[in-house]
Nanobody, 120 residues
C-alpha cells in the first residue's frame, strides 16, 4: 500500500490550500483516514480524522478553519485548509488504517509528507 500526498506549498496568512492523499495497492477496505502534522521543534499532532462512516474529529486549533473529507471510491482523503495562520506551518502527513486483500487485520500506513508554509 502506498500513499501519495499532494497540495502543499507556500501561502500567505489568511489563504487556503487543499491537500489530497490517494492510497493505492491491494486495498480491501479502509477504516479511519486522517491528517497529522509536525511543525519544526514540535511533536507530530493529529490535525483531523474521518471514519469510514463520515464522522470527523479535529484538533481544537483548526476547528472552523479546516475540513476533512474522503472519497471511498478513490481511496482518497482531502484536507481543505482555510484562513491559514503562520502557526499552521508544518509537514503534513496523511494516514490510513487499511486492510490489504487476503488479510484480516488493519494496519496503519503513512504518506511521505507535504510541506505547508504560511508566510507573508
Amino acid at each position: 500500500v502506498q500513499l501519495q500526498a499532494f497540495g502543499g506549498g507556500l501561502v500567505q496568512p489568511g489563504g487556503s490550500l487543499r491537500l489530497s492523499c490517494a492510497a493505492s495497492g491491494s486495498i480491501f477496505s479502509i477504516n479511519d483516514m486522517g491528517w497529522y502534522r509536525r511543525a519544526p521543534g514540535k511533536q507530530r499532532e493529529l490535525v483531523a480524522a474521518i471514519t469510514s462512516g463520515g464522522r470527523t474529529n479535529y484538533a481544537d486549533s483548526v476547528k472552523g478553519r479546516f475540513t476533512i473529507s474522503r472519497d471511498n471510491a478513490k481511496n482518497t482523503v482531502y484536507l481543505q485548509m482555510n484562513s491559514l495562520k503562520p502557526e499552521d506551518t508544518a509537514v503534513y502527513y496523511c494516514n490510513i488504517e487499511g486492510r490489504v486483500l487476503g488479510t484480516f487485520t488493519y494496519t496503519n500506513y503513512w504518506g511521505q509528507g507535504t510541506q505547508v508554509t504560511v508566510s507573508s
